[in-house]
């Protein structure tokens, strides 16, 4: 058995149809324009590739996309008053402040600062609490994301066995709340393995869904799946370089092997990553729609 590529890229663009129709229409029927705003604090090359990825998307679909990119010299009082005018601009229905932040900066702080309503990453405390309590306006985009590849892919989750493979505050414990709530599309049995699981592939082994955000490349090997799991694999490791120079990219399942066990997984690059970007967009639009009313 050879299991079926659960394809990031082709999700997302079809996603991406669906929120540049609804941005056209939001536009023409009520006037107004989704607009989103990036803040980049420093010149770390990652931070700095990720930020316009964003902005280039939004501007693809149609929304109304400013960026900031401020020196790693910048005051955290100098940031938290970008955030004050950001928040109190009705032009910009998302903010997205680019993580890491230099260390004279307190991210909890800086976080915590953006309207609620704004905060299209949903890490706002209150955006959190209302995800726990299965109410929430806005979901975070990594999850969000697998969460879409699962349904889209058809993958069964009310009464499934899920184990999600890593405890981030980004990806692990939101995908198993999302999972585990009594709501459509969940009802999952959900166990949450970390560092400090004992016996971690006597865990794995009994998933339906196997959920890996484990930050090693092929933490997981075929020996841990159960024959004709599902596989989501939301590890970007970089080991090595290609001949034309480009960083080698793998998960964090060997996915070669756990391909040949598994009846669905996602591959890395192509999988979890394009999604994220996309959600971040969606939950812009959403954003956009509340405040039309």
Known sequence: MTAELIRGTVVAEQIRGEIAAETARLRETRGVVPG???????????????????????????????????????????????????????????????????????????????????????FHPVNVGKLLLGNPDVLPCTPAGIHELLLRSGT???????????????????????????APGANATVTLCHTRTRDLAAHTRRADVLIVAAGRPKAITAEMVKPGAVVIDVGVNRVGVTDKGKARLCGDVDFDAVREVASKITPVPGGVGPMTITMLMRNTLRAAQRAAG
């Open 36 to 122: 989103l705003v990036t803040i980049l604090v420093g010149e770390d090359p990652a931070s700095q590739s990720y930020v316009s990825a964003k902005s280039r998307t939004a501007r693809e679909l149609g929304f109304h996309s400013v960026q900031h990119t401020l020196p790693a010299s910048t005051s955290e009082a100098e940031l938290l008053d970008l955030l004050a005018r950001c928040n109190a601009d009705p032009a910009l229905h998302g903010i997205l402040v680019q993580l890491p932040l230099p260390k004279q900066i307190d991210e909890q702080r800086v976080l915590g600062a953006i309207r609620p309503e704004k905060d299209v990453d949903a």
């Open 156 to 182: 069964e989750l009310d009464g499934a066995e899920v184990v999600v493979v890593g405890r981030s505050n980004i990806v692990g414990k939101p995908i198993a709340v999302m999972l585990a709530q009594k």
